[in-house]
């Protein structure tokens, strides 16, 4: 396996049992949509693949090493994340602030090369920050700080990239420029999982969804495969449609007891 690999991932947070054992896997050139209702450990299960959490069971493997044996650098440079709430500090401009996505591969002491500045120049772009690459991070909208997120795990050059509820804050037309970018790095050779709440752009853009329930994995495999109707009615509480073929779709109907 190339790409990620989840394992019978387990974990605890405080005193609870969160992740019972979840399994996904995403090739080099894949988007997997980690869908499910609150609660059912997604943002923990993601948090687990970069470490951010302990698991305390399974394993998380990428390009077949195990992200657990990695030092703090090479971490980084294996796999991006870019959080759901991502933090900023004051006084600190676009440009400086993507930058930092470069340490791994120089350290904390050393300059930027001119590599280094070359590929901090092309995610701005990539984003579509080359604009605003001057301004104070504090000074952006919520969706532009997720861009600079977002460029900044780019800088990072990672195989993998893991992205929590990237949309949240976008509006309908940069949601759909977002996802658009998402699957231009996907067909860059990244292997991309994403958690997502909004299903309809889940089945248009997602290779593959992994469905979380009470923190497992309870089915997984292409949108319309996935989301038949007891999926939708006992996972998601909803009756909708899902049109597969070239466009994918889903039309939402109602509420499954309504
Ligand atoms: N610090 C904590 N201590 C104990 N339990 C927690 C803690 N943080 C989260 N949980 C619980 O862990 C479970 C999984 O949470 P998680 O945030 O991974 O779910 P999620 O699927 O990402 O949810 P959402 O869609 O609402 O973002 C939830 O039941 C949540 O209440």
């Not at 350290?107 to 990539?126: K, T, Y």
């Not at 976008?170 to 050779?189: S, T, V």
Request: with cysteine; glycine share 12%; hydrophobic share 45%.
């Amino acid at each position: 396996m190339t790409g990620l690999g989840v394992q019978g991932l387990r974990a605890q947070l405080g005193s609870r049992d969160v992740l019972h054992g979840v399994d996904f896997a995403v090739r080099p050139g894949e988007m997997l949509g980690l869908v499910g209702p609150n609660g059912s450990g997604k943002t923990t299960a993601l948090r687990c693949c970069y470490r951010a959490v302990s698991a305390t069971a399974g394993a998380v493997v990428v390009g077949g090493v195990n992200v657990a044996d990695l030092a703090r650098r090479q971490l980084a440079r294996t796999v991006g994340a870019v959080p759901q709430e991502p933090q900023s500090s004051a006084g600190v401009t676009v440009r400086a602030s993507v930058s930092l996505g470069r340490i791994p591969h120089h350290g904390w002491f050393e300059r930027d090369s001119a590599a280094d500045r070359e590929i901090v120049e092309r995610c701005l772009q990539q984003v579509g920050l080359a604009e605003l690459a001057g301004r104070d991070v504090q000074a952006l909208s919520g969706g532009e700080r997720q861009r600079v997120a977002i460029a900044r795990a780019l800088t990072q050059q990672p195989r993998v990239l893991l992205l929590d509820e990237p949309t949240n804050h976008l509006d309908l037309r940069h949601q759909l420029i977002l996802m658009e970018l998402l699957r231009d790095l996907a067909a860059g050779g990244l292997a991309l999982v994403v958690t997502m709440h909004d299903l309809r752009l889940a089945v248009q853009y997602c290779d593959t969804l992994a469905v979380m329930q009470h923190g497992r994995v309870i089915t997984a495999g292409p949108p319309p495969d996935v989301l038949d109707d007891t999926v939708l009615g006992e996972v998601f509480g909803i009756r909708a449609v899902v049109r597969s073929g070239p466009r994918r779709s889903m039309d939402i109907l109602g509420l499954a007891d309504g």
